[in-house]
């Protein structure tokens, strides 16, 4: 027997059945998903900002917006996970399943971010619930990029949390 007792511990997706010193950071999360579906998570480099995600949203779709950039990359990503052997034909927004949870992971990476945020928030409208977490390191430069108010507004307002270093 090795040092290691379970290596699939170290892997980078692993998800703990508990999280220790986040449980409040963690309920927060829990009551903003439920009452409005939408859930800003910012915070530094390893303040567990995907761990607290995925532990709270366990089926939910995952999306690295680092690696997939455009809005339709991101799209393609998450209908390639919902949708069993999904083929591209039309638009991609109505392609979408009637009800699908996503974690946006590091959301800023988008690169026309204002658009994509609008038709997001606006999902409703073409009979769509999404509910997200979206993940960034730093809230008010992910307002900035977002750059309009009424976008910001239905995108983020009033359901985002930080979290701070561990101690």
């Not at 927060?28 to 900002?49: A, D, F, N």
């Not at 949708?83 to 590091?106: C, F």
């Amino acid at each position: 027997m090795g040092i290691i007792r379970d290596k699939r511990k170290l892997d980078i997706s692993y998800v703990p059945k508990k999280v220790p010193c986040r449980e409040e950071e963690i309920e927060k999360v829990e009551m903003l998903l439920e009452s409005g579906g939408r859930v800003v998570i910012s915070g530094e480099i390893g303040t567990g900002k995907t761990l607290i995600a995925k532990f709270v949203a366990k089926d939910a779709i995952y999306v690295n917006c680092l690696i997939r950039r455009s809005e339709r990359a991101v799209l393609r990503e998450i209908l390639s996970q919902a949708v069993h052997g999904y083929n591209e034909d039309g638009d991609l927004w109505e392609d979408l399943p009637d009800n699908i949870s996503v974690i946006l992971d590091e959301i800023d990476g988008i690169d026309d971010l204002r658009h994509f945020l609008y038709t997001l928030s606006r999902a409703g409208e073409i009979g769509k619930e999404i509910r997200y977490i979206a993940i960034t390191r730093d809230l008010s430069m992910l307002k900035q990029l977002v750059n309009d108010s009424a976008t910001w507004s239905t995108f983020a307002e009033n359901c985002s949390i930080h979290l701070n270093k561990y101690n």
